[in-house]
């Protein structure tokens, strides 16, 4: 995924006067090399095609121009030459706003940095297309795909290419054997750990669920992929072997994977990926399978009431349970702590089924889910503070626990159980806990 695409950018005086050489010198201390600055007269800028932004320098009050930069969509922002707020920004800022235009953030460099590499992100998501595997066995969450690769497409102008799930098992029966067997080959030198708890048969059918995968996603030119693995494989008659193990291998190829077909979460990942600059996860959110269910020999022994007193503790030191298909999840490399994966049983649930599995770093995350209209998206920031590892929790063994500002606050907002989960850097972590939810 190729996110540092090159910009068209605008810069305007907000005096009706030429731009000086110092006005535009500041704006390009925020640009690449491969960036284009357009110098824009007042009289010209109703006509300029094909900005990805403009920049305002000084402006001083209110201006006529606020109007028509808000009516031409245009993401703007104010810059001076010390390259932070200024007062005499308010009006301009006030009128954007008023007129229903779209102000980037600019109190300060670092600021503009975000800002900048924000329209970056947006800019070259709209290249990137995204596959989901669907068996159509469901006329509902057939319908809920259908809409949000609509609305995906119209806000964020990323397209969502919808395939029959029957296709990607005719593309993993037509695997020659040979591919398979090299393909498998190159997984245990260099993906997984050493001994696997599956055998070879079922191990080369997740290679040629891979191989298709891939066949897939090229064909369509495509950043991620998602299937509902679950009702097209777990629960087909007769059940097929899952492809969650092939995930692992997808993701460290470079690709977004997720789980059941959640193109939310997937296309969530993609935003993540460009703004964090960081490969993200998805993951199962709980409230419950904390410090009661830690004190366990074995999970049957869990009761509906321990799951009450560890509701109760989730609420009271802000911490969410995140764990999925029986391990910590599809972890891309740069959320983990090994060099490889381990392929795990899928037990107690699924037993013939298998998962990839691998130790979560510790550090801060960003938690997120776009909204079936892809017009906004709850973002919160957290950090993992917690492993609760262990065979002996079941479905459960691969637990992390991730601390968040307020989880009754979370739990009003949140909007399934799925969400996207992906490291921020220390900076960025302190701007998404001050400005999101």
Known sequence: MQFNVPLRVGIINAADKPLRDSQRDTAKTFLNDHDQLISIEHQDLSHVEDLDV?????????????????????????????????????????????????????????????????????????????????????????????????NCHKQLGVEVVVRATEGLYQQADACEEQAVTEQLQHWHEHLFEEPLEMDESHMRQVVRLYLAQCAMLEEEQAVGFTVHDIRDFLQAKPSRVM???????????????????????LATELLLCGALGEHPTMSNLYYSFRDQFDALDTFADYTSDMELLDCRQCFEDNHLTAAHFSTSGILPPNMMIEDRYRVRETLPAWPGQSMISSTPRMGPVAVARLGLEATSIHCVQGEITKLGLGDQYGWYRGRWFIQLPDTSRFAQQMLHQHYAIGPTPRAIASKIRSNTE
């Open 54 to 150: 403009l920049i305002v320098a000084d402006p001083c009050g209110p201006t006529p121009l606020a109007r028509l930069i808000a009516q031409r969509g245009l993401p703007t922002l104010a810059l001076t030459q010390h390259r932070g707020f200024h007062p005499y920004h308010a009006a301009f800022h006030r009128d954007i706003e008023k007129y229903g235009g779209i102000l980037l953030p600019s109190e300060f460099p670092e600021t503009i940095e975000s800002s900048i590499a924000a329209v970056r992100c947006r800019r070259a998501i709209t290249t990137m297309k995204l596959v989901v595997a669907d068996g159509k066995a469901n006329a509902l969450a057939t319908e809920r795909i259908h809409q949000f690769a609509k």
């Open 243 to 265: 492809p969650n193990v092939a995930y692992g291998a997808l993701v460290c190829d470079g690709y977004l994977a997720v789980e059941e077909a959640d193109i939310e979460v």
